[in-house]
């Protein structure tokens, strides 16, 4: 770090050499030639010092870039160039602040940061591919496609030259890629390598010399969780490349990723704030940390300031009664005089406007606005109208007339900018202030008119937010000579307004200040006494002349004492920064007027000018000498152009507000002035505003220079700046505040803010007001000094408060600037804002990066400003971000538009090119993380229950008892035999209808085919397979008829049948490992399948992804012979087993459960009454037949219940959308089941096509129940907006209702709305209900009820009405006692239809105890339950069913497994992910999941990749906000990326090990801080 502070070029250049490259470099930062230009004339130049250059020790080197020989190709970004070591070539510096910078970083060792990840697109990986050199471990560490194992060895970098031609083909080749020009432009000294993971490099890891070990913390992934974990083998995510991850147990972990967020944890370890104070929390309140006072903060101990005078206006004088009276004395009196010369951007006089030219030509204009523009033989204006002003820079000779034309013609001018586009930044804004002033005319030159943006009519165009405007132009040929007689009627003294100032407050607002010409003489009065202006004095202005210092100078005090200004345009500044030095010698002139920024330009450039002098200056006024930079700017000026004969007095800092207008001036000696002093003040102090000299601590200093004394015939004081205007101490800093006849009357038309800035009463202590004048506050923070010198630290719009303490955005930007290297800002263009997230500003900086940095540059360069913004601020730094060069919004002269930066960041549409944010060190006021009770005891809850009058939660169907004979259910307990029945009593009743995706029926079964079917089966395994009785056969079919016969073939010879979905043709790599897998686990003896899939499982693709040769018999059933079976096997007791279900949970674990003959029939049973299916009901049903309730729907429920089903493919629907809906419109089914995925595609594929569907007939109004079967909690989003969708087409409203069921349970509720004789009788369920809960409280695993609309209100409906014979009961996760119904716990289940337990590979029986036979610890502990896995809460609604009962209702909250246990309390990720969704229109979708404590959301990017880096801090920002918790990794992916199962829900854990085994292929990944 030291060393990057010492100076360059150990090298000596000759001096002409360095000053030509100093001003080569100086044009091409400012834009005036190309870098290819540049680049020709740089290589020129150093041609014969090159062999020179290449001997420097690259230590000694400001930047690591070593000059190679391909200097001149146009690919390689220029080297830091050579300079004197005395060269001030960067923005606004001052020495002690910038060796109190490098003394800051150095005490920092470089702490390591990960550096973000980012893609380079598709067309750079090509050409990486195609000529990677032998080094792999340069392949930039943004390719994760490249780093395939077993190629990570690193060999050391042959010599720089070998490899930079190869980058230079990936960067020609990857110039039209959207990311690739920022991400891989910069093949320097140290070239990809530099990129490469962190783990690769000692230079970057040298925290760790080995990969850190991160596959530890993954072993205890699931030991939390009470999850099934038996036969926990993962599948694999879609998409991801290669081999199947390992087992649960150990993730293999790509050391990239992992090695990344161990980085980032040990950077998080380390103690950055105090800690935060300890205070008692309730259980379920969140109350945010109030900052509290640090007990040593400074305290001010002076003694109340006095209000300070100013010396009195001249008395005696003779001043001109008004500045029209100026005007028309000299016009007419000495009309040759000259008044303003203004020049081209080569330097030269073009014109010069004298006082009897200026005085002429307002007249004719003052003329013809008031005689000659009419509407309807109407005036066109009256006195008093506002009239718009819109001249560019570089023509103040047509502003000058135009604004005096208006004052003569009593209009009052409102100057503003040229609006270039239709799109300025702030232009809305202007628009806004010209609509509320009532703006009609605008007025402008011939040339301005000309070069603003058309509409097709020829006319101006219409600006955004702009009111109707007629444009008038001034050039003399269109004005029309008043007659000799007339006079105008002028009347300018008084409060009337004389003009209009636009100002932009810190919110972007614009506001308009109005300027009385009482004021206005006054301020041209006291200008003219402070700085001794007298007659005939010649003046350079430097300054925009349309307001500000520039209009108060060079347009009215100027003519109120006949002077002759030099008004330089900015345009001739950017060319020649010289320019106005030599107008001052070329002109002798005695005053000019500047800005810090114009003094440091010309430093840069005055080396090759030996013949100016500065000696006829009598005053320099320095107009922004409020800033803190502008003390470096004027010693460095004095230092170089001391010795050209400039005096140290003459330099003259002023400071100004728009609302006060001049508030100090620094006067000469002659002219009575103290001599000036500086003040070195300890930012500690000042940021609790208060002063303290600081002497010992040298790093954190601000160095501020007097800005002279009060105005003439002004009164100051300073006030706080919080609550009412009091009097501060002395030494405490506040708002100045001016009391003066010269200052700004009102914000037009805003009478409130008015009244409050304008007619401020300063009081005392004691509460007295000090004066029985108003004062106006200026919105300078300072303080007076010693010799009442007026001292400003800051300006209210950049203060921002963090905690207690204040600090700049000027202050800020000094430090960021000050760091090295200095040239990495482009142009020095940073904006310093801060955001409100979580109750307190927090700090955001963006800088423009200059074209040729390299990612390592940017990153290194950003902690380097943290650190350094750290040290000197104390502060932390919420959001650091680079934005290509040129693209921050501009204010009218070229700096950056602070407001509209802002804006852009909020929405998300700044596109950052870098982002770095650190939530972990700034935010200090989140909620206490909640300690967890000790255990109550048993006892002591249902105490505590019945004593706050809660009930225990407990719900249940109706009884079984109660619905029908025990005949029939004993008739029907063996699904086999009911099958039989059917076959022999109603042979051709059909059962089964399968469509395809035109909507054609491919395949029926009555009950006998299905019966004849199930036989020839049957009749195969015996025969073929030579199974046994209990032998486990795997079904590996697509969705139809088959699989339904082939299933009852294996009840039928006594097999155990599992169904698995079969791998996808297209998709092998990823789909068959899942299916191999299952056949293993289930120990499947025999796969029966169709002859296409049996082709596939043995095919040479099947085989690069499983071992083919260890299937067991695959048998096709497509043409088996017709043989009977001798006797159907009838199982000999009901508890044998019935089938397997398996199924992959959303963690990724795969679990098969066991379902006995008594369970399968119980279930079917439950169904059949809840929805009174009986063989006259058609169902239409969109599932997939593979597990759970769609298993059971599909193959079972038609054959118990004896009703037809229609059976829709959900794969069908990807080329056919509306087959599912259009399928029971035509078959008018009244029940409907389909899955989230279903119901997703629908609303998105079907949106916009209701109108055509309605045109094919499509009727919805046949279905009275369509129910979503899921395994979550209820989407309530999803099924609104396809209620609402759908309603066209008459879908009745109440239709939609969701069920649930898991694993333990494959049907605990499902929702159908009433039908037939039940209706009629009034047994109708009732509606579904929602609740809003207090989500604040769930994370504590509270219920709290709120209103709909409450903040942190999260809205959650009832998952259907618990099935008959189904027991539920809310536990305990952890002591497995019952909770009341005010607590959130884990659903707890008891019925004939649960599944028996888990089918699995080690037997482990304590997991199959625990989960399928749990008890509780109190209560009840009789009574068998199963556990769910699922989080929810039972609430007895004030509804009523069939009985009379009072309905309970049970809500599903979401699984145990998913939650994540952050800062002790639980969350669901569904919910954080639903926030992120929000946060920006092209999140398409989100996933969160934890690591090591972290928390990684991973989001699509539906857009393009230069917003991927917006999101970034708008994620952060709104999972703080409304979940307090600070996200520690974010992902930017492609659409698509985040894995997604068959029933719709995300596959979080699956994306994990995606992303830890580096398979994501991230657009950008950013580690936050």
Not at 234 to 256: E, F, K
Not at 889 to 910: D, I, N, W, Y
């Amino acid at each position: 770090m030291a060393a990057r502070g010492c100076p360059l070029e150990p090298v000596s250049l000759p001096a002409e050499v360095r000053e030509s490259l100093a001003e080569l470099e100086l044009e091409l930062s400012e834009g005036d030639i190309t870098q290819k230009g540049y680049e020709k004339k740089r290589a020129k130049l150093l041609a014969r010092y090159i062999p020179l250059l290449q001997g420097v020790d690259p230590s000694l080197q400001t930047e690591p870039r070593t000059p190679g020989p391909s200097q001149t190709t146009a690919a390689v970004p220029k080297q830091q160039k050579a300079r004197p070591t005395n060269s001030r070539d960067e923005r606004f510096r001052s020495d002690v602040h910038t060796e109190a910078v490098q003394a800051a970083l150095a005490k920092y060792k470089e702490r390591k940061v990960p550096l973000p990840s980012k893609r380079r697109s598709v067309l750079v990986h090509s050409s990486l591919e195609t000529c990677t050199p032998p080094d792999t471990s340069s392949a930039s560490e943004d390719e994760g496609s490249l780093r395939r194992p077993g190629r990570l060895t690193s060999t050391p970098l042959q010599s720089h030259s070998s490899v930079e031609p190869w980058l230079d083909r990936v960067i020609q080749g990857s110039s039209t890629s959207s990311s690739a020009s920022s991400t891989s432009s910069h093949p320097g000294g140290r070239p990809a390598a530099a990129l490469a993971g962190p783990a690769a490099h000692a230079h970057i890891a040298d925290l760790h010399s080995a990969p850190p070990d991160v596959t530890t913390g993954l072993v205890v992934e699931h030991s939390h969780c009470e999850g099934p974990q038996p036969a926990s083998v993962r599948g694999v995510p879609r998409g991801c490349g290669g081999r199947l991850l390992d087992t649960a147990g150990g993730v293999p972990v790509n050391s990239r990723v992992s090695s990344k967020i161990q980085q980032l944890l040990n950077t998080l370890k380390r103690p950055k704030r105090p800690p935060l104070k300890e205070f008692f929390v309730d259980d379920v309140e969140e109350l945010l940390e109030v900052q509290q006072p640090d007990p040593n903060q400074p305290k001010p101990e002076g003694s109340q300031m006095v209000v300070l005078k100013g010396e009195p206006l001249a008395t005696g004088i003779s001043w001109p009664p008004s500045l029209l009276a100026a005007l028309q004395r000299w016009g007419t009196m000495q009309p040759k005089a000259p008044c303003l010369t203004a020049l081209d951007t080569t330097g030269k006089a073009t014109y010069t406007l004298t006082y009897g030219k200026l005085w002429s030509r307002s007249l004719k204009l003052a003329y013809t606005l008031l005689n000659k523009l009419t509407s309807k033989n109407e005036p066109l204006l009256k006195p008093g109208d506002r009239v718009a002003l819109v001249f560019p820079n570089s023509d103040p000779v047509m502003f000058m007339v135009a604004f005096y034309g208006c004052l003569l013609a009593e209009l009052v001018p409102v100057p503003i900018e040229v609006p270039l586009t239709r799109k300025d930044a702030g232009s809305q804004q202007i628009g806004f202030l010209l609509g509320s002033c009532g703006v009609a005319l605008a007025l402008t030159t011939d040339a301005c008119q000309k070069g603003l943006p058309k509409a097709q009519t020829g006319e101006v165009a219409a600006f955004k937010g702009w009111p109707p405007l007629t444009w008038l132009v001034i050039d003399g040929k269109h004005l029309t000579k008043p007659p000799k007689d007339w006079h105008p009627l002028a009347q300018d003294e008084g409060s009337r307004t004389a003009y209009i100032e636009y100002k932009t407050s810190k919110e972007g607002s614009t506001v308009g200040i109005t300027v009385s010409h009482a004021s206005l003489l006054a301020q041209c009065r006291s200008l003219t006494q402070a700085c001794g202006y007298s007659e005939a004095e010649t003046l350079t202005n430097v300054l925009d002349f349309k307001r500000d210092a520039g209009l108060w100078h060079g347009v009215l005090t100027s003519v109120m004492n006949k002077m002759h200004v030099i008004s330089i345009p900015y345009a001739l500044m950017k060319v020649n920064p010289l320019s106005w030095i030599q107008k001052v010698c070329l002109f002798k002139a005695q005053t000019a007027v500047v800005k810090s920024r114009d003094m440091h330009w010309s430093l840069l450039a005055q080396r090759g000018q030996r013949d100016v002098s500065l000696s006829s200056l009598r005053m320099l006024i320095v107009a922004d000498g409020a800033n803190p930079w502008s003390i470096s700017s004027c010693d460095a000026f004095l230092n170089v152009f001391q010795s050209r004969g400039l005096r140290p007095e003459v330099i003259c800092p002023c400071a100004s507000s728009p609302e006060a207008l001049t508030v100090a001036i620094r006067r000469p000696p002659d002219l009575g002035g103290p001599p000036p002093r500086k003040a070195v003040l300890s930012m500690n102090g000042l940021s609790y505003g208060v002063i303290r000299v600081d002497t010992e601590e040298k790093l954190s200093v601000l160095t501020v220079q007097d800005v002279g004394q009060v105005m003439p015939g002004a009164n100051v004081c300073v006030v706080k700046i919080d609550g009412a205007p009091c009097l501060c101490k002395t030494d405490e800093v506040g708002e100045i505040c001016v009391d003066s006849s010269a200052t700004g009357t009102a914000y037009y038309g805003l009478l409130g803010i008015t009244k409050n800035i304008f007619e401020a009463v300063p009081v005392t202590a004691g509460g007295a007001p000090v004066s029985d004048r108003p004062f106006t506050r200026t919105g300078l923070l300072g303080f007076i000094g010693p010799d009442n010198l007026v001292f400003v630290v800051g300006k209210l719009d950049g203060l921002m408060v963090v905690g207690v303490r204040r600090h700049n955005a000027d202050d800020i930007v000094a430090t960021a600037l000050a760091v090295e290297p200095m040239k990495f800002v482009y142009r020095g263009r940073i904006a310093v804002f801060s955001v409100t997230v979580l109750h307190d500003d927090r700090i955001v900086l963006v800088a423009e990066q200059r074209p040729d940095a390299s990612e390592e540059d940017s990153f290194q360069w950003m902690s380097r400003v943290l650190q350094a913004i750290d040290s000197i601020h104390q502060v932390g730094v919420y959001c650091l971000a680079l934005v290509p060069a040129n693209t921050l919004p501009k204010a009218p002269l070229g700096g950056v538009h602070v407001s509209e930066a802002k804006q852009r960041f909020l929405e998300g549409t700044l596109h950052p090119c870098n982002v770095l944010m650190c939530p972990h060190t700034c935010v200090t006021n989140l909620p206490k993380p909640r300690q967890k009770q000790p255990e109550v005891g048993p006892a002591s809850m249902i105490v505590g229950n019945l004593v706050a009058g809660k009930r225990i939660a407990q719900a249940s169907g109706r009884e079984l008892a109660h619905l029908e004979d025990s005949d029939q259910a004993r008739k029907f307990l063996f699904l086999p035999d009911v099958l039989q029945w059917r076959a022999h009593t109603t042979p051709d009743h059909p059962l089964f209808l399968l469509l395809n995706a035109k909507g054609t029926v491919t395949s029926t079964a009555t009950c006998v085919q299905l019966h004849r079917k199930a036989e020839r089966v049957a009749a195969a395994l015996m025969e073929k397979a030579r199974l046994s009785i209990g032998d486990h056969v795997a079904l590996v079919y697509p969705p139809g008829v088959d699989l339904i016969a082939a299933f009852y073939g294996c009840l039928y010879c006594g097999c155990v049948p599992v169904t698995v979905r079969p791998p996808h043709p297209q998709n092998l790599s990823t789909t068959l490992p899942t299916v191999k897998m299952i056949v293993e686990v289930s120990k499947s003896a025999c796969v029966l399948t169709t002859q296409a899939i049996m082709r596939l499982l043995k095919s040479k693709e099947a085989a690069a992804t499983v071992d083919v040769r260890t299937w067991p018999t695959i048998i096709d059933t497509d043409d088996i012979p017709k043989k009977k079976v001798a006797s159907v096997f009838r199982p000999p007791s009901p508890d044998m087993l019935a089938y397997l279900d398996f199924s992959v949970s959303t963690t990724g674990i795969l679990a098969g459960v066991k379902m006995s003959h008594a369970a399968t029939s119980a279930l079917c049973r439950s169904i059949k009454l809840q929805c009174e299916l009986y063989p006259s009901r058609q169902i239409a049903i969109c599932l997939d037949p593979y597990c759970g309730l769609g298993f059971a729907l599909w193959c079972l429920c038609s054959v118990y219940s004896g009703h037809q089903s229609v059976l829709v493919p959900p794969l069908e629907l990807e080329s056919n959308v509306s087959l599912w809906l259009s399928a029971v419109s035509q078959y008018k089914a009244r029940v409907t089941f389909c899955s989230y995925s279903v119901m997703e595609m629908c609303t998105k594929g079907l949106g916009a096509q209701t109108g055509v569907l309605r045109m094919k007939g499509v009727n919805l109004s046949c279905v009275r129940t369509c129910m979503v079967v899921a395994e979550e909690r209820p989407r309530i989003a999803l099924t609104q907006s396809f209620s609402k969708l759908f309603k066209d087409l008459g879908l009745p409203a109440r239709a939609v209702s969701t069920t649930f069921g898991c694993r333990v349970n494959v049907a605990i509720c499902l929702q159908p709305n009433r039908l037939g004789k039940l209706a009629e009788q009034g047994t109708a369920g009732p509606d579904p209900t929602t609740v809003y809960v207090d989500m604040r409280a769930l994370r504590h695993d509270r219920v709290r009820l709120v209103e709909r609309g409450s903040p942190h209100s999260l809205p959650l409906t009832e998952s259907g009405k618990i099935l008959p014979g189904v027991k539920v009961i809310i536990a305990h996760t952890e002591t497995k006692g019952p909770l009341g119904d005010s607590h959130l716990g884990e659903i707890w289940v008891s019925s004939p239809h649960n599944a028996t337990g888990y089918y699995t590979v080690h037997g482990e029986e304590a997991l199959h105890a625990d989960h399928f036979s749990a008890r509780l610890s109190f209560g009840d502990t009789q009574t068998i339950w199963a556990r769910t896995g699922y989080l929810g809460f039972l609430r007895r609604t004030e509804l009523t069913d069939a009985s009379g009962e009072r309905h309970d209702a049970l809500y599903v909250v979401g699984s145990l497994d998913e939650t994540l246990e952050l800062r002790g309390m639980r969350y669901h990720p569904i919910d954080i992910e639903t926030s992120v969704i929000r946060a920006h229109r092209s999140i398409a979708e989100c996933a969160v999941f934890t690591w090591t404590n972290l928390l990684v959301v991973v989001v699509e990017l539906d857009g393009l990749e230069q917003d991927a880096l917006d999101l970034v801090a708008l994620v952060t920002n709104v999972v703080l906000e409304e979940h307090h918790l600070v996200v520690g990794v974010v992902v930017i992916v492609d659409p698509g990326v985040i894995p997604i199962n068959s029933r719709g829900e995300k596959q979080r854990m699956h994306l994990r090990d995606g992303f830890l085994a580096d398979q994501l292929d991230p657009i950008y990944v950013a580690y936050n801080m």
